[in-house]
């Protein structure tokens, strides 16, 4: 059993860099996966969902070729496929397994997928009728197989409809996948989250125009967690961040950070913040940027006065029920808030001035769960944080950079 990580009251005043997003990176690399020629994607992040997916791809056949940072693609799929039926070990990502999964069903192969941990329980159910109702053979095996694929698309010229209720990583993976294809695809229920999409409609028409060349941006859903921190107590310079990318639905949270009265500034190439003379209480929609919600619950709990933060059941369907964990973590370290289950609303009512004693946490094997915890240790008095190596899943470096 791996020893808790001992979370410390360090100093956070900083000049740091955070990775870049593996919700871009998964989604170009399924693109270069499709498009003839070579293909070139620089600042690819060490995201554990991107190296699985890397690997996925190797395994089905795509040469790929690395230099540090910078990913070659040098030849398409269904064009490299081999004559052998595989078993993959997708592991635990989302986008992993929600991208794969269409891309597979345009080879003519068998393919089984086989999720790690809570992935398995997660909503695919969407996903899989979409590509049912375009003649792929998919099916879901229970305790025998968790998900058989075998392609080709057969109506290559029909219209396909997708709930997005729970997710919009189906629709994206569906998009993706047949990108040049003569396929439509609607989007049913797409409120939630529905700024993910929009980044998914811009790099596919970038895909149609032949683009063959990529860089990843900073991950703004990783930013978050420095940000938070240095909101409520410290300093920092994030000097790979340029300016905010309005594709990635979390950089709302520099948006929210200015109405909570912090002043984050882009300038000289960098991101500059330092913690305000006093943070005031907001409202965010949970449903458009699920993935900030826990970071936003931290900012509330140290903010003065009560923050709503509205429409979170999404959080349900995440690597964990982040839904119950928020509510676990404010909890734990006191904070004052109430949860309105139906209308599925969570306010907090923030004191900068509450504090308690170290803490033993341990949170699920879920890595925005984890940094949070990590961010409401700093901010009380450290202790010892279990399943801190899930970081890795986004954010490998967390602790180096946070510490």
């Known amino acids: 059993m791996t020893s808790p990580y001992n979370v410390s009251l360090n100093e956070f005043v900083k000049k740091i860099e955070v990775p870049t997003s593996k919700s871009y990176a998964n989604r170009v690399l399924i693109l270069g996966a499709i498009t003839p020629g070579l293909v070139q994607i620089d600042q690819v992040p060490k995201s554990s969902d991107v190296e699985t997916m890397l690997n996925l791809l190797q395994r089905i056949g795509l040469e790929i070729e690395r230099k540090e940072d910078t990913v070659y693609i040098k030849n398409s799929f269904p064009e490299c496929e081999g004559s052998d039926d595989l078993i993959l070990e997708t592991g635990d990502g989302g986008t992993t397994n929600r991208f794969l999964l269409p891309l597979l069903a345009r080879g003519s192969n068998c393919y089984t997928l086989e999720a790690k941990g809570h992935m398995?329980?997660?909503?695919?159910?969407?996903?899989?009728?979409?590509?049912?109702?375009?003649?792929?053979?998919?099916?879901?095996?229970?305790?025998?197989?968790?998900?058989?694929?075998?392609?080709?698309?057969?109506?290559?010229?029909?219209?396909?409809?997708?709930?997005?209720?729970?997710s919009t990583q189906?629709?994206?993976?569906?998009?993706?996948?047949?990108?040049?294809?003569?396929?439509?695809?609607?989007?049913?229920?797409?409120?939630?989250?529905?700024?993910?999409?929009?980044?998914?409609?811009?790099?596919?028409?970038?895909?149609?125009?032949?683009?063959?060349?990529?860089t990843i941006p900073v991950d703004f859903s990783g930013l978050s967690y420095p940000l938070a921190l240095a909101c409520t107590t410290g300093n920092i310079e994030v000097t790979n961040c340029k300016e905010v990318d309005s594709f990635q639905a979390d950089s709302i949270f520099i948006k929210i950070l200015e109405e909570a009265g912090a002043s984050p500034e882009f300038k000289e190439g960098s991101l500059f913040l330092k913690k305000p003379e006093y943070l005031m209480p907001f409202e965010a929609d949970g449903s458009k940027s699920p993935d900030l919600v826990p970071t936003l619950a931290f900012l509330a709990a140290y903010a003065s006065g009560a923050s709503i933060i509205r429409n979170i059941e999404i959080l349900r369907h995440k690597e964990s029920d982040r839904v119950e964990e928020v509510l676990s973590l404010l909890e734990t370290f006191c904070i004052e808030h109430e949860f309105d289950s139906e209308k599925n609303n969570l306010i907090i009512y923030g004191d900068p001035s509450k504090k308690i004693g170290s803490v033993e946490y341990y949170p699920p094997e879920d890595h925005r769960i984890v940094m949070v915890a990590y961010l409401f240790m700093r901010m009380n008095s450290g202790g010892k944080l279990h399943n801190f190596e899930h970081v890795k899943k986004s954010f490998p470096n967390f602790f180096e950079v946070m510490d």
Not at 145 to 156: E, F, L, M, T
């Open 170 to 214: 189906f629709i994206t993976g569906l998009s993706l996948a047949t990108a040049d294809l003569d396929i439509e695809i609607k989007a049913l229920n797409l409120e939630a989250s529905l700024s993910y999409f929009l980044m998914t409609e811009n790099l596919i028409e970038e895909f149609k125009s032949q683009r063959s060349e990529w």
């Open 120 to 166: 398995r329980k997660r909503p695919m159910e969407p996903l899989i009728l979409g590509l049912t109702s375009l003649g792929v053979d998919v099916s879901m095996g229970g305790e025998d197989y968790w998900i058989k694929v075998k392609g080709p698309y057969q109506n290559k010229s029909s219209k396909v409809e997708v709930d997005c209720k729970d």
